[in-house]
């Protein structure tokens, strides 16, 4: 007879093995204080984990509500846990298992917006967090908000009933405004350059659009109140948090003793960096870790074009050569000297009167890259080239143009993407990665125009480096990366590197 192993829960907690590490408190007595828009693997590995150890040391009043923008599945997979999930932080050599209580309750959007809403106006929440990914922020190519985005006219239309993060945070700050609630403080935690300030300018965007719309029924304007009142710090997040795979459940599932539905895979090392700018009330992050600064730039642009930058080159450099995980493809002689290349030549850009320690924290990036038990596949890193590689590849490229520096590796990533997605269907699986510009790309792809032809069009479509009086330079170092790419793939490209 088969015997049904219980799931991870609150009653199961007292029956984890010894060394599991477990809520340190009384779980009951956690206040809600915070709303987290995304609730994917890296708010849980990251922001939720900071925030447990911040009521374990005795701040419960930043308990968690998570709000999933799309897909019920994380809500599916923790609300019979209780919110509870495993967290494994692996290395090479080891691996420990620690089990995070700090999310109380999960929403998911589609279903009941009304619900999100409710808890986004109610006075405790003093914070919302964000993890939606770049591509989830609505820009259009010249960086401004994307107006003709089908679910930007939706949540114009229908304030009541949003879709997008946008939508969902002006209803919100116009619900607390009308009811003489103070606003929350909005702080994003995605990868987009100068995160706070870009947040900050979209959704007074849209909430000028929004007053334009609402202006013949007569309701308040929030744009002001938006630009003038409310707070949008900027952070930078650094975790490597591969994906799920059934594997990790099977294996969590056997150390617990109990079945995990979604734990978490990561790697010891972490990094959280934030302006200090809080309007009403904060947890004392400061105390487990967390750096409160009074400018992020400085390491933002660090992580983005050191971390981000080498990520998305090892990742379109291996799927090229066969490699599945980051680890295999930094194990490449080839792509290992590449990637030395690419910091040698982004590292300049830098502001060098920051503080920043770049050999240290390049030394710690190799280590980072080689951990073979995260098992970071190169196709999860592969998505959204189109919407990631402006702040990791192009602004580094670009400060060395006007520099008059080299940057031959920095372009190579760029036709690496490029290649990469026109081998989707042909030496790569069909959807192996994806990219909010597919449908486009692959019909021009398909084409199979010369390279130079080829990279202008991407860029056009794109929208790199657009209005830049050195625009051309770029197209052109790109596409003899293109031609050599499309000849004998990385080989030659490595080969006319000399490397």
Known sequence: ?????????????????????????????????????????????????????????????????GVSLRSPDTRDALSPQDGLYTLAIRSSGEEELRVIGSIQSMLVAPEDPGAVLAALTDPRT???????????????AGGGLDTAHPDIIHDLANPQMPRTAHGFL???????????????????????????????????????????????????????????????????VDRIVPATTDADRTRIAGELGVDDAWPVMTEPFRQWVVEDNFSAGRPDWEKFGVTMVGDVGPFEDMKLRLLNGAHSGIAYLGLLS????????????????????????????????????????????????????????????????????????????????????????????????????????????????????????TALLDQQLPANETVTAVFDLAGFARDHAERQTLIELTAVHLVHLRRDGPILAFAALGI
């Open 1 to 65: 007879m088969l015997m049904t192993r219980s799931h991870l829960s609150d009653a199961t907690l007292h029956k984890l093995p010894a060394g599991t590490k477990i809520p340190a408190y009384d779980r009951g007595r956690v206040a809600r204080g915070i709303v987290h828009l995304g609730v994917g693997a890296f708010h849980r590995a990251h922001q939720a984990a900071y925030v447990d150890e911040c009521m374990a040391a005795g701040e419960t009043g930043w308990g968690i509500v």
């Open 170 to 236: 002006a209803e919100a700050l116009t619900r607390r405004l009308a009811a003489g609630t103070p606003p929350f403080t909005v702080l994003c935690c995605d990868n987009l350059p100068a995160n706070g300030a870009t947040l900050h300018r979209l959704l007074t965007e849209f909430a000028a659009l929004r007053d334009g719309s609402l202006s013949a029924a007569g309701d308040t304007g929030i744009a002001d109140h938006i630009a003038n009142q409310v707070a949008f710090p900027s952070s930078m």
């Open 322 to 441: 066969g490699h599945a995980t980051v680890d295999r493809a930094f194990a490449d002689p080839a792509i290992r000297r590449f990637v030395d290349g690419l910091w040698a030549e982004a590292i300049p850009t830098l502001p060098e009167d920051a503080g920043l320690d770049t050999a240290t924290y390049t030394a710690e990036l190799a280590e980072r890259f080689s951990n073979t038990a995260l098992a970071h596949r190169t196709a999860q890193i592969a998505n959204d080239g189109s919407q990631k590689l402006p702040q990791r590849i192009i602004a580094s490229a670009i400060e060395c143009l006007e520099a008059g520096t080299e940057f031959v590796h920095l372009t190579l990533v760029v036709a690496a993407w490029i290649a990469a997605c026109a081998a989707r269907g042909k030496t790569l699986p069909e959807n192996h990665f994806t990219d909010p510009l597919d449908a486009a790309l």
């Open 126 to 140: 003093r914070i919302v967090t964000l993890t939606i990914t770049e591509k989830a922020y609505l820009r259009a």
